[in-house]
């Protein structure tokens, strides 16, 4: 074997270890130790897309729900377009079942949930939470003309709630209400229940979120009866997905924004007769926070 040969060989070999060696150099942690950060694109692949993909459960109303062409529509859906215009997006609308919107969210199929969406301590371990927007209580509402006006009237009764809902968990929060009823059943949608009480005698009461009851009642006033008592108070907020930091900033920010031109205001009036979105979480006291996980 010639000289220049054998110098060809030895120097393709120190070639392929340098580039083995510099293989693995791009493997190893930091030097400090630690994993490196992967960059957070949760609001660059929106804006890439030119689309915001919101999750919603389209029998919600006022928040999101369709209207009689089958549009869905709402307070939240008119707010949610504001933001997505102050993000340079459009704004896709996209029912979904409410039972797995954590999963919808973190698969990518959606890219929030915003839909009357109470933060909780639990929910805020599955998902990335705005600062709150709303405040909101639920409630226990019976049909016109029924004997039933107290919650200790319901001794024995039959009570209905959105599966997977703040009503559920208000239910479950308050035991020993909970445990005075014959049974707490659970429906895939708040319009079902109310509808299985109004025109029957299979439920005997529904507990809803105040927003929603409030807003059916002023369509129908004859029709239900509102108990004074509320059964847990609760605050809203926009659900992104887990580490999509940048997104969930965004959204805020956009969202501040909107409330200091006015334009918050202006939807809220329109859907509520008054502005109920709240933007000043100084207010919120250690132990509401605590209750959200915040």
Do not use: H
């Not at 703040?166 to 009823?181: G, V, W």
């Amino acid at each position: 074997m010639s000289k220049k040969r054998n110098l060809l060989l030895f120097l393709a070999l120190i070639l392929a270890l340098g580039m083995m060696l510099a293989g693995c150099a791009k493997s190893e942690p930091a030097d400090n130790g630690e994993t490196p950060v992967v960059e957070d694109q949760s609001l660059t692949a929106i804006q890439d897309k030119g689309v915001l993909v919101l999750g919603c459960d389209d029998a919600f109303p006022p928040m999101g729900f369709r209207d009689p062409s089958g549009t869905i529509v709402g307070f939240d859906i008119d707010l949610a377009t504001k933001v997505a215009e102050k993000l340079g997006v459009k704004l896709e609308v996209k029912a979904i079942n409410w039972d797995t919107k954590e999963m919808e969210l973190n698969s990518g199929n959606i890219d929030v949930i915003w839909n009357g969406f109470t933060i909780t301590a639990e929910r805020n371990e599955k998902v990335e939470f705005t600062k709150p927007y709303l405040n909101n209580e639920i409630m226990l509402v019976v049909k016109a003309g029924s004997p039933i006006k107290t919650k200790a009237d319901l001794n024995g009764k039959l009570v209905g709630y959105q599966t997977d809902s703040s009503a559920e968990i208000a239910l479950n929060a308050d035991q020993n209400f909970f445990t005075s009823l014959k049974e707490a059943r659970g429906y895939d949608n708040y319009q079902n229940a109310l509808l299985d009480m109004t025109s029957s005698d299979r439920i005997d009461a529904v507990a809803v979120d105040k927003i929603l009851i409030e807003y059916l009642a002023a369509q129908e006033p004859d029709k239900f009866f509102i108990m004074e008592e509320a059964l847990g108070k609760e605050y809203m907020g926009i659900g992104c997905a887990q580490g999509a930091v940048a997104l969930r900033e965004a959204i805020d920010n956009a969202l501040d924004e909107l409330f200091a031109d006015g334009t918050v205001e202006e939807v809220s009036k329109e859907w509520f007769g008054n502005n109920i979105v709240i933007r000043d979480v100084d207010k919120l006291t250690t132990e509401q926070l605590k209750e959200m996980g915040l």
